[in-house]
T-cell receptor, first 114, second 115 residues
């Protein structure tokens, strides 16, 4: 079974630029999560999708962050414009409630904003 | 709001010894899951063990076991016979069971196994 795929793995941009991250979850997993993990901290949920609908985006800075999950499969997370404090690892995870809610994580995208 | 607290930022253990990582959480929910995830250096986060809140029996997975104290809202992870491959960040996570099943993670404990 293929795991959660993310790209790119690394990205360096200047502040005020835009960036997009892509995630392909495990086939059949209805729930998809985007997390922000700042160095030395635990993952913070940004947005959660159930199929192509948003379940929770209460911690998503909506003035600069956006996310979509078209057709309930792949998802993209965008930051526009980026700030220095957006430097972090962005993790994508997917889960299937039938599997006791275990989340499967991708390798993450390490974003550096200079 | 749910909060998860891991009070030990760093820990170390000698190879083959036993170590316990602490986690406490705060919730008014009754129906929830608790998890320990492991994040090795430069590698993906993987599940170590899960506990369903309605189960009184502590979960066990090979060398990993938990001490789940529901009334005290405590969920510690015990690693027996520590191995070098156990060196990683360990995150405690809480999931409330509802239509959203949102996850909340602690700040992590960095465990180093010393040869």
């Amino acid at each position: 079974e293929a795991g959660v795929a993310q790209s790119p793995r690394y990205k360096i941009i200047e502040k005020r630029q835009s960036v997009a991250f892509w995630c392909n979850p495990i086939s059949g997993h209805a729930t998809l999560y985007w997390y922000q993990q700042i160095l030395g901290q635990g993952p913070k949920l940004l947005i959660q999708f159930q199929n192509n609908g948003v379940v929770d985006d209460s911690q998503l800075p909506k003035d600069r962050f956006s996310a979509e999950r078209l057709k309930g499969v792949d998802s993209t997370l965008k930051i526009q414009p980026a700030k220095l404090e957006d430097s972090a690892v962005y993790l994508c995870a997917s889960s299937d409630p039938g599997l006791n809610y275990e989340q499967y994580f991708g390798p993450g995208t390490r974003l550096t904003v200079t | 709001a749910q909060t998860v607290t891991q009070s030990q930022p760093e820990m170390s253990v000698q190879e083959a010894e036993t170590v316990t990582l602490s986690c406490t959480y705060d919730t008014s929910e009754n129906n929830y899951y608790l998890f320990w995830y492991k994040q090795p250096p430069s590698r993906q986060m993987i599940l170590v063990i899960r506990q369903e809140a309605y189960k009184q029996q502590n979960a066990t997975e090979n060398r990993f076991s938990v001490n789940f104290q529901k009334a005290a809202k405590s969920f510690s992870l015990k690693i027996s016979d520590s191995q070098l491959g156990d060196t990683a960040m360990y995150f405690c996570a809480f999931m409330k069971r509802n239509t959203g099943n949102q996850f909340y993670f602690g700040t992590g404990t960095s465990l180093t196994v010393i040869p």
